[in-house]
């Protein structure tokens, strides 16, 4: 697994894309996945603030890397954001 840490604007998402193609792993944007199931994250972070958020992305995460686990067997990697 690889993780892609940056300030929002700095690329991860382009950078782990292009990767994740180039070497032939999934690709996983934990942004996107927040706002498949939360909605918009700015408009989610007005409505619940900031430490509902946190805790929403911790969850997130955990879901999201249980499942990538299962990928791992066949795919042998996986790029987060």
């Known amino acids: 697994m690889i993780q892609l840490v940056g300030p929002g604007g700095a690329g991860k998402t382009t950078v782990g894309a292009a990767l994740a193609e180039r070497i032939g792993v999934s690709f996983v944007d934990l942004d996107a996945e927040f706002a498949a199931t ?31 686990a299962g990928e791992r067997r066949s795919l042998g990697a996986t790029l987060w954001l």
């Open 38 to 68: 939360g909605g918009d994250i700015s408009a989610y972070l007005e409505k619940r603030g900031y430490a509902a958020y946190a805790g929403r992305n911790v969850s997130l995460y955990s879901t999201t890397t249980w499942r990538a």
